[in-house]
Every structure is written in C-alpha cells, then in structure tokens.
C-alpha cells in the first residue's frame, strides 16, 4: 500500500545516513522536503535524482494535500527535514496526520536525532527526561515556561539558537534552583561539535568566555532538581503554586493531601520560600 515514510538524515557528519534510508530516498516517487535547496545538496551526495516537494512551516496544510494526492495515485512518498528527524521540533507533524486521517501507512525510518545525542554524550543519569524543544522567543514568556517546568522529575532538554543562547543562558540560570548542572551540546556531528558540562549558573559566564561558543546550533540539559530532604520535586512544584494564594500553613497541608509528602517538611519549605521571595521572615 502507498505510504508516508518519515526519514530522518544526519545532523551534519553525512555518513550517519542509514543504508535504509538510503534504499527509500532511491525508490520512492517524490521526496517531500522542508528546504528543497538544502536537500537537494544531501541527495547529489548520495546521486539520488529522486524529485523534492517542498514542505514547511509555512506551507505544510497544503503541502499535506499534495502528499495525499501522490499516496493516491499509487506513489510511495518520503519525508524529510534538514537535519535530523522530522516532526520533531521541525516541520511535519500536521502532514503526518492529514495522511493517517486519509487512510494510508506512515513509516518511521529512525536515525539522527538531536536531543537523543546530546543525551547519550551529557553524563546526566536522571532517568527520565523532558524533551520541550524551543521555548519562546520573548523572555517573559521563556521565563514563565521555564518556573511551570521547575518540578519537572527528570532532564529537561531543550534546543535554541545562536542569536537567543546568551538570553536563553541567562534565564535558565536566574529560574532555576542552585544545584543543577547543564550540559551545552553545539555543532551535533559537525567540525566543530562541542559538548561542555557545568554549573547551570557558571553557564552565562562559560559562553561569554568565547565568542565561538555563541555559534552554531544548541542542544541545551538541565538536569533534574536536586531533592529537598523530605520533600520531592513535584512536592515542591505543588506547593510553590499553592503558596501563590494561599498562607503557608494552609498550602502546606493541600501541598502534602495532593502529593503525600510530610506536612512539616512541606511548612518548613514554605518559610523559607516565602522568606526568599518577600525578604522577610514570611506569616503563619
């Protein structure tokens, strides 16, 4: 049956195409790219004369359209973006459902990934992680995204870009709690690929060091919150929102009914957020 193979393709270093995606690029009737110019560099690589579509950010409604059209005409079609895998962060996810909502296959055909890289080299062992992807251009907006991922239990793995890294740094360091680490993954696969492991609050400083650091594109780690003694970090997250509208002794108890961590715990953690934030020696 006519179907929608989802293709990844190397992030930079072009011998990590499979021989699989190869073989598909080769034999399906039209190869629908995000970048039909980019692309087209990365199939004269291989001498793959197979026609491009273009499919992106802007166009991608229509272009799903044309997707199906082919499906139904008999043809086998490929999806692919610049870099990486498709519908991740990238362009391709609403073709994706208009062709299963249509009726045919959709074929994943694994390979590169950007934030599954940058986790394999990062060190970090939180067990779980949460990948976001780009956060908000606008700071206020980053910011209020990053304090809702604060309790998050696990790795937070975003990607940014070179003209928003500075900013993007300085947020992370002034949201989040001491004790984090963050991993800076740039330049994934290319010449100039590195991969710096740090104090989350040292990170501003340790790009500011050297402008070639600012360049390229980013996987950026933030590990797991450190434990509070007593208190788990979706405890914490629950009774900092709590604690927004309610006096402490009060979102103390909610906090520990919803989440059943120690009420004394959760009270003792309460004062000194409310210290933190008011300067003063907070209210029963």
């Known amino acids: 049956m006519p179907s929608l193979y989802v293709v990844a393709t190397p992030l930079g270093n072009l011998h990590d195409i499979s021989f699989r995606a190869l073989a598909l690029l080769k034999t399906v ?6 970048d039909t110019r980019h692309s087209q560099r990365l199939l004269d690589a291989f001498g793959i004369r197979t026609k491009l579509l273009a499919l992106h950010e802007h166009n991608e409604q229509s272009a799903a359209g044309q997707l199906i059209k082919l499906l139904e005409a008999g043809e086998h079609v490929a999806l692919i973006t610049d870099a990486g895998t498709p519908a991740v962060s990238d362009p391709g996810a609403r073709a994706v ?3 299963q909502e249509a009726g045919f296959p959709v074929v994943p055909v694994p390979g590169a ?14 067990g779980a992680f949460h990948f976001h992807g780009f956060l908000p251009t606008r700071s206020a907006a980053r910011r209020a995204q990053l304090e809702a991922m604060q309790g998050i239990p696990g790795t937070l793995v975003f990607y940014e870009a070179p003209h928003r890294i500075a900013e993007c740094l300085a947020d992370l360091a002034q949201v989040f709690t001491e004790g984090r680490q963050i991993v800076v993954a740039r330049e994934l696969t290319k010449m100039f690929e590195q991969i710096a492991r740090m104090p989350l609050a040292e990170a501003p400083t340790w790009l ?3 402008p070639n650091r600012s360049r390229g594109e980013f996987v950026l780690l933030v ?38 961590a120690p009420k004394n715990a959760l ?3 309460g004062l000194a957020l409310r210290k933190a934030d008011e300067g003063g020696d907070g209210d029963d």
């Open 113 to 126: 990934c950007a934030a599954i890289a940058a986790l394999s080299a990062s060190g970090l062992a939180d």
């Open 97 to 99: 459902a208009r062709v």
């Open 29 to 34: 009737g039209t190869v629908a790219a995000e």
């Open 208 to 210: 500011a060091a050297d």
């Open 223 to 260: 590990s797991a919150a450190p434990p509070t003694e007593g208190v788990s970090a979706e405890a914490e997250r629950v009774l900092k929102l709590l604690l927004n509208e309610l006096p402490i002794k009060k979102a103390a108890r909610m906090a520990a009914e919803i989440t059943g």
């Open 267 to 269: 009270y003792e953690l």
